[in-house]
């Protein structure tokens, strides 16, 4: 791909945070300095407006889901530090090239194998623990592995960017099983379903050893995408739209036009056409949310009260202008990231220096080990028996 168009903010490190309060240094510092956060009882002005007991809101980044064996942008050993000529594809660069959904489609094809085998980790199923216990309401996140909405099904996950679990026609804008896709995929591509299959039993897409991965000329990036140096992606071929296919769909700023949906001797889109590609249905680079995804986070955001960062630099500003709300509420913020978070000096500047948790907090402890242990914190103890006491 040439040269980017728009440029993607803070590759670079953020600043290092300064632990709030400092105690929370820790695991076991951390821990308390979170009871006390997810405690503390909601202002009354905040219980008045509201219909029902406020509760804490969740919002999550990439960061949650290293430990499900995903790559991330922005962490210690994110894309965006060990792949410096990486760069995501741009919304404008997928639907007008197809050249450019070739080359997607090609690496996602590959990806798609772990992807769809990763799992959601020890943080995800706290976050079910903590909603069961009463603290969580809801979970707006970022990530489009879909590990929330598997983790925890009974609490609300508001996906921010979408979700890779399917595809999306720009054209008529229905939604196909992601996996049907990737067999689809396969049947198109013979030669890359036999290379995909040698790379699944060498291990080679398995490996977490970032030397092994260079050794065998394979790049590992966020959501998913692959990357093979050298790898014959113009040969690739992906499906059209099976109902644009049927039905050529009307485009145009009008809708007058009728659009044009060709596909070669195996089904596969063809040059030419210009209506029924599909793609992954998450918010590509470039690409605007949609109004009512906007106006869903900022009322899970207003219903509740504080907020819960996780795993994120919020480099992006969609999540970002989220915490700044929520500042600009009064709520507190807590925020559990390995490595700086953008804006966090004004999230966090006015706080009581004495305060241990109520007000806010800032922590680096990995969410993996804290997330589980401030679940068992808050577990109630269970009354000891007779038997316990005789044992």
Not at 96 to 102: D, G, L, Q
Not at 259 to 282: F, R, T
Not at 290 to 311: F, I, M, Q, R
Request: with cysteine.
């Amino acid at each position: 791909m040439g040269k980017p168009l728009i440029r993607i903010p803070y590759t670079h490190p953020l600043p290092p945070p300064t632990i709030i309060p400092a105690s929370a240094k820790t695991l076991s510092g951390a821990v308390t300095a979170l009871q006390e956060f997810l405690q503390s009882p909601s202002s009354q002005l905040h219980s008045r407006i509201l219909s029902r007991p406020p509760s804490t809101v969740v919002l999550t980044g990439a960061g949650l889901s290293v430990a499900s064996g995903l790559a991330d942008y922005r962490g210690v050993n994110g894309t965006y530090r060990v792949n410096k000529t990486y760069r995501p594809i741009y919304y404008h660069e997928y639907t007008a090239s197809h050249e450019a959904r070739k080359r997607y489609w090609a690496r996602s094809f590959l990806g798609w194998a772990t992807m769809s085998k990763s799992k959601p980790n020890a943080a995800h199923f706290a976050l079910r623990d903590l909603g069961e216990l009463g603290f969580l309401s809801s979970v707006i996140t970022q990530n489009v592995d879909s590990f929330h909405p598997r983790a925890h099904p009974e609490i609300p996950t508001l996906e921010l960017h979408g979700y890779l679990r399917a595809t999306v026609c720009t054209s008529c804008r229905n939604e196909f099983p992601r996996e049907a896709f990737q067999e689809e995929l396969a049947r198109l591509n013979p030669a890359w379903a036999e290379f995909l299959k040698t790379a699944i039993e060498s291990g080679a897409l398995e490996t977490e050893d970032p030397e092994e991965k260079r050794a065998r000329g394979i790049k590992m990036n966020p959501d998913g995408d692959v990357d093979v140096p050298g790898a014959p992606y113009t040969t690739f071929r992906y499906p059209a739209c099976p109902t644009c296919l049927a039905k050529p769909p009307p485009i145009g700023f009008d809708g007058t036009s009728k659009g044009v949906v060709e596909v070669d001797q195996d089904g596969a889109w063809k040059a030419g056409s210009n209506a029924g590609i599909l793609k992954p249905n998450v918010i590509m680079f470039g690409e605007s949310i949609p109004s009512t995804v906007k106006v869903a986070a900022e009322e899970v955001v207003d219903g509740a009260k504080n907020l819960l960062v996780l795993g994120t630099s919020l480099a992006t500003y969609s999540a970002w202008r989220l915490v700044k709300r929520a500042k600009e509420r009064g709520m507190p913020i807590a925020a559990i990231n390995v490595g700086g978070v953008r804006g966090e000096d004004v999230f966090f500047s006015d706080l009581d220096p004495t305060q241990t948790g109520k007000q806010g907090v800032r922590t680096e402890v990995s969410t993996e080990s804290l997330l589980p242990a401030l679940v068992r914190s808050l577990r109630p103890s269970k009354p000891s028996t007779l038997k316990d006491q005789v044992q």
